[in-house]
């Protein structure tokens, strides 16, 4: 295997494990906790879930050949309140989730030593995945932790139990 391919393969399987995550969360909640908003200065897990299908269809749309910033996207708009249903929700983590691995899957080896763009910066495409990866790390973090919070003792963890 060459290095493109290694790299290709592992950055593919660390975006399921933080969708994986999402949807072990997901599968915890009722429709109204993922309304819930922590404080003034937090957002929902809608919120979150909807910031996320801009930005990632944002980025992956045309990965390679338009900047990740779109005309179309309507950043501000993915953190007002939502009034859509968790199937909705659902809908959107999983056509931003699509997007993404169709970007992925698409590429070839020569793929990896060109650079894109994102909101005018020139960045290396492995940057630029790594750059997603944090990005969609840190709001799934946010996602579970305020997951934990709403389940309070009835949280089901994602990864090893404490003491075990």
């Known amino acids: 295997m060459t290095f493109e391919q290694i790299f290709k393969a592992d950055i593919r399987k660390r975006f399921l494990s ?7 969360t997901f599968a915890q ?13 937090n957002n929902s897990i809608a919120i979150n879930i909807q910031h996320m299908h801009g930005n990632m269809l ?45 970007a992925i899957d ?8 060109g650079t894109i763009t994102i909101r005018h910066e020139p960045l290396s495409v492995c940057d630029a995945l790594l750059r997603q990866l944090a990005h969609y790390a840190y709001h799934v973090g946010q996602i579970v932790f305020i997951a934990k919070m709403i389940k309070g003792e009835s ?8 003491k075990k």
């Open 18 to 24: 933080y969708k994986e995550m999402g949807d072990k």
């Open 106 to 113: 698409q590429l070839q080896d020569k793929d990896f030593s």
């Open 58 to 102: 944002s980025r992956f749309t045309n990965f390679l050949t338009e900047d990740g910033e779109k005309k179309w996207r309507q950043r501000d708009a993915e953190f007002e309140p939502v009034v859509l249903q968790s199937v909705q929700l659902l809908q959107l983590w999983n056509e931003g989730w699509a997007c993404v691995f169709d």
């Open 29 to 41: 909640l009722s429709e109204q906790d993922f309304f819930f908003i922590p404080s003034s200065e």
């Open 155 to 162: 949280w089901k963890t994602l990864s090893i139990p404490r």
